[in-house]
């Protein structure tokens, strides 16, 4: 059983940061990538990354949930492994996959959901005005759009298999998720005190560690 990370790839500037924060993860990344985007891949990668070259978003309003249903489209996803899918400026906590691969061990789940820490504040640069309180997930209730995120959920390979995003919408992310309650409500186990960072490297989003959760959290090294 292996954790994949899918990624819709468009910062190039933070691949370096990325990697570094995603290796001790020991899973798979999948950088899903254009043309342009795959340039800092070319030449070769490291063994766990794997990048995916797919056609530009077009025409608009295309959303990057076109690029998740591209990896969905490559027909790779084994069915006991497991998949998230995390922006190019998000991250997890560490020690975020110990804790899911105990849950895998444990009850092989088909879905895994965590809570969303989102900063302290809304910078001007994020044009979805994402608000910055916290998104903690606790029953079938809390999955519903608006009110969670593209990082929060694991889910099996079975399951993935069956599931794709609307690709229009801004909010893919959440109509997501909530197929996979309507579809798969017993699957779901919720790991509530496991967290992803939202916006982890938007500038201006993570200013202050006052508000933190965990006195292991730490803030961005890179934000621009």
Not at 52 to 78: E, W, Y
Not at 90 to 99: H, I, K, L, N, S
Not at 165 to 182: H, K, N, P, S, V
Not at 213 to 221: C, D, H, Q, V
Request: hydrophobic share 35%; net charge negative; glycine share 8%.
């Amino acid at each position: 059983m292996r954790i994949h990370i899918i990624t819709p790839f468009y910062r190039r500037h933070l691949v370096d940061v990325l990697i570094k924060r995603l290796e001790p993860f020991d899973i798979e990344w999948h950088p899903i990538c254009d043309s342009v985007d795959m340039q800092p891949f070319e030449g070769g990668t490291l063994q766990w990354i794997h990048p995916l070259l797919v056609p530009p978003l077009q025409p608009s309003p295309m959303t990057a949930h076109r690029k998740c249903n591209d990896f969905l489209d490559a027909g790779d996803i084994v069915d006991d492994d497991y998949y998230c899918f995390m922006g190019d400026d998000d991250m997890y906590e560490d020690g975020f996959f110990d804790v899911t691969r105990d849950i895998i061990s444990a009850e092989h789940p088909g879905v895994i959901i965590c809570s969303q820490y989102r900063g302290n504040a809304t910078p001007a640069c994020d044009v979805g005005h994402h608000p910055f309180h916290a998104l903690v997930m606790t029953r079938l209730e809390d999955i519903r759009a608006g009110n969670i995120g593209m990082p929060q959920y694991l889910v099996r390979g079975d399951i993935l298999k069956q599931v794709r995003f609307q690709e229009y919408e801004i909010w893919g992310d959440g109509y997501f998720a909530e197929e996979l309650r309507r579809r798969f409500p017993n699957d779901i186990r919720f790991a509530s005190d496991s967290w992803c960072f939202g916006g982890y490297f938007q500038p201006g989003r993570y200013t202050s560690a006052d508000t933190f959760r965990k006195p292991s959290w730490t803030l961005p090294e890179v934000t621009r």
